[in-house]
C-alpha cells in the first residue's frame, strides 16, 4: 500500500489567484492521478501526471487551468489557477497499486479549497 | 461514453442489519470495478473490487456482487455497523489506469 501526504490540507483562497498543491508519496510510482471532488459529488479526474512526460488532461480540464509537474516518482503538484468560487472543491491526489486483483487507487486526505 | 452511476443518494440502516448498495454502468469495456468508502473528511479507501470476468466476490463482512446481463454491480455489508458510516462509491476502469467514479451513496447507521 502507499501513503500519500497532501499540503495543504485546507485553504481558503480570494478570487483570482492561484495556489499549488503537493503531493507526497512514501514510495515510487509510475502514474499519480488528480481528482477533483466538488461538494456532496463524486470524483473527477482532472489528469494523470507520469514522471518524465506532459500530464494527460480529461475533457473538461485544461494544463492553463491546472498545471501540473512531476519532478520524480514520489511527488507532484497541481496547480489552480485564477481561482473562482466554482473550483471550490476538494483536489485529492492518487496512485495506483497493481498489487491487487485490479487497480485499487490509494488516496492522500485531500485538499480542501475554498475561494471566496 | 463511460459512467457509473448509482440507484439510491442515501441509505439509512438499521445496526446489525445488512447494507445493499447498488450501481450500474454503461461500459461494457471496463476491465474491473471497484467499490470505495469515503468517511468525513478523508479520501476513498478501497474496500473490495471484482473483475468483469467474475460475478462474485467476497470479503470480511463485505461481499460484491456483477450481474454483466443487466450492467449491475453492489455491495453487501454483512452485520452494519455504526463505524460503516460513509459515502460509498462504485467505480469502473479498463487497462489503462482511468477510472471512473459512480455518484456515491450515502450510508447512515442506526444504533
Known amino acids: 500500500s502507499a501513503v500519500i501526504s497532501q499540503k495543504p490540507s485546507r485553504d481558503i483562497c480570494q478570487r483570482g489567484t492561484s495556489l499549488t498543491i503537493q503531493c507526497q508519496v512514501d514510495s515510487q510510482v509510475t502514474m499519480m492521478f488528480w481528482y477533483r471532488q466538488q461538494p456532496g459529488q463524486s470524483l473527477t479526474l482532472i489528469a494523470t501526471?507520469?514522471?518524465?512526460?506532459?500530464?494527460?488532461?480529461e475533457s473538461g480540464f485544461v494544463i492553463d487551468k491546472f498545471p501540473i509537474s512531476r519532478p520524480n516518482l514520489t511527488f507532484s503538484t497541481l496547480t489552480v489557477s485564477n481561482m473562482s468560487p466554482e473550483d471550490s472543491s476538494i483536489y485529492l491526489c492518487s496512485v495506483e497499486d497493481h498489487g491487487g486483483v485490479t487497480g485499487e487507487l490509494f488516496f492522500g486526505e485531500g485538499s480542501r479549497l475554498t475561494v471566496l | 461514453g463511460e459512467s457509473v452511476g448509482l440507484h439510491l443518494p442515501t441509505l439509512s440502516v438499521q445496526e446489525g442489519d445488512n447494507s445493499i448498495i447498488n450501481c450500474a454502468y454503461s461500459n461494457s469495456a471496463s476491465d474491473y470495478f471497484i467499490w470505495y468508502k469515503q468517511e468525513s473528511g478523508k479520501g476513498p479507501q478501497f474496500i473490495i473490487d471484482i473483475r468483469s470476468n467474475m460475478d462474485k466476490r467476497q470479503g470480511q463482512r463485505v461481499t460484491v456482487l456483477l450481474n454483466k446481463t443487466v450492467k449491475h454491480l453492489s455491495l453487501q455489508i454483512a452485520a452494519t455497523q455504526p463505524g460503516d458510516s460513509a459515502v460509498y462509491f462504485c467505480?469502473?476502469?479498463?487497462?489503462?489506469?482511468?477510472?471512473?467514479f459512480g455518484a456515491g451513496t450515502r450510508l447512515f447507521v442506526k444504533a
Open positions: 501526471a507520469n514522471q518524465g512526460s506532459e500530464a494527460t488532461y
Open positions: 467505480a469502473g476502469g479498463t487497462g489503462g489506469f482511468k477510472t471512473i
